[in-house]
């Protein structure tokens, strides 16, 4: 069987390190709208992989900052959640889903078992397992790391509004989400939303739940809503308070 990524295509993540570990730890789970060539666009349009149904539009941009401000470790994906989603389960419907937003995924439907198979195993395998190998080396140093995956989300969906400008999600409540929905709260021009648009539930998340709490890590997820962040002055704008408020809370938590 030949390979899903070609020899000149990239492999299924990338990550940022720095030689001063930072005790938060970055996720980007939906980094990216490429998709490998042998898919063929998954019978797309670029127009429907440029949209919000392709990626998390401005979450690298975000992650990357922060990344860079912290020195904190950052993990992210290289190739569309459309190819196999690295934050959903193996077991659950839509971890290659068959539609997104009302949009039908060609390259998606009545897909072999083989070929699920080489996703999982070029694609979804080797992001987390570099995940959990970035993690292991930070946890020498920071047993008491703080996980934070970066998402974001549409401003409407199935014909609702959603007003939050940030959402603040987890699963389990910790000192670290107190502490970031609390700083939040304090910018009066954001509306902050607590476990929205979505909360984390471990039928429907994955990195939370396998990297995070399995480690016994203070962990929660962010969503930006997609317009604050959909070019660089915005990107940087929330990406600045984020910054600000996990400084605050590395200096607070007396690493």
């Known amino acids: 069987m030949s390979l899903l990524l070609g020899e000149n295509e990239k492999c299924s993540f990338e990550s940022l390190r720095y030689s001063e570990v930072s005790p938060i730890f970055l996720t980007c789970d939906h980094a990216s709208n490429t998709i490998p060539e042998s898919l063929n666009n998954l019978g797309l349009t670029e127009n429907i992989l440029r949209s919000h149904r ?68 070029e694609i979804f395998e080797p992001y987390h ?60 021009d954001l509306n902050i939303g607590v476990n929205e648009p979505y909360p984390i539930t471990p039928e429907g998340d994955y990195g939370i739940t396998e990297h995070g709490e399995k480690n016994g890590l203070d962990s929660m997820l962010i969503e930006i809503r997609q317009d604050r962040i959909d070019i660089p002055s915005r990107q940087m704008y929330i990406a600045q308070i984020l910054t600000d408020i996990l400084w605050r809370y590395i200096g607070q938590s007396g690493y």
């Open 54 to 121: 392709g990626w998390d539009i401005g979450a690298l941009q975000v992650s990357r900052y922060i990344s860079t401000k912290l020195k904190a470790t950052l993990c992210y994906t290289t190739y569309s959640r459309l190819v196999i989603d690295c934050n959903r389960p193996l077991t659950v419907d839509d971890s290659i889903p068959k539609s997104v937003d009302g949009v039908i995924i060609p390259g998606n439907s009545d897909i072999a078992v083989a070929d699920r198979e080489q996703r999982i195993a």
């Open 129 to 188: 397992n570099q995940i959990g190998k970035l993690l292991k080396d930070q946890l020498i140093q920071y047993s008491d790391t703080a996980y934070l995956a970066v998402h974001s989300f549409t401003p409407t969906m199935n014909g609702k509004i959603r007003p939050w400008d940030i959402g603040v999600t987890f699963h389990n409540q910790s000192r670290f989400s107190e502490f970031v929905l609390h700083s939040l709260k304090e910018y009066e």
